[in-house]
Nanobody, 124 residues
Framework: QVQLVESGGGLVQTGGSLRLSCAASGLTFSARNMGWFRQAPGKEREFVAATVPSGYSTSYAESVKGRFTISRDDANEMVYLQMSSLKVEDTAVYFC?????????????????WGQGTQVTVSS
C-alpha cells in the first residue's frame, strides 16, 4: 500500500521560508519521479516541482523558479520542497505525488499516488 505523508506546512509572512517534507512508503521510491503540486481555493491543482530518481534532473513551474528547490533522499524515501521568498499567491494546499515511473512529469494525470496535503498560508 503506497503512502505519502506531507509535513512542514504552516503560516508564514511574505518573504519568509518553509520546508515541506514528504515521507514515502510502499513503493520503489528510488525508481520513481516525485513531484510537488499545489491547489489554492477555487483553483485547479497545479504543478510546482518534480525530481527524477537520484535528483539529477528537476523541473519547476515558472512561478516558483529561483525561489523553490526540490530535493530527495532516496535512501530514506523522502522528498523535500524548500520554499523561500514566499508570496501571498503561494498560499495553497501542497501535495506530494509519486509518478508511475522514472520519467520527469509535470502533469497531474501522470501521478497515480498522492498524499493528503499540507496547508501553506502566506500572509502580507
Amino acid at each position: 500500500q503506497v503512502q505519502l505523508v506531507e509535513s512542514g506546512g504552516g503560516l508564514v509572512q511574505t518573504g519568509g521560508s518553509l520546508r515541506l517534507s514528504c515521507a514515502a512508503s510502499g513503493l520503489t521510491f528510488s525508481a520513481r519521479n516525485m513531484g510537488w503540486f499545489r491547489q489554492a481555493p477555487g483553483k485547479e491543482r497545479e504543478f510546482v516541482a518534480a525530481t527524477v530518481p537520484s535528483g539529477y534532473s528537476t523541473s519547476y513551474a515558472e512561478s516558483v523558479k529561483g525561489r523553490f528547490t526540490i530535493s530527495r533522499d532516496d535512501a530514506n524515501e523522502m522528498v523535500y520542497l524548500q520554499m523561500s521568498s514566499l508570496k501571498v499567491e503561494d498560499t495553497a494546499v501542497y501535495f506530494c505525488a509519486a509518478d508511475r515511473d522514472s520519467g520527469l512529469s509535470i502533469h497531474v494525470s501522470e501521478y497515480p499516488y498522492w498524499g493528503q496535503g499540507t496547508q501553506v498560508t502566506v500572509s502580507s
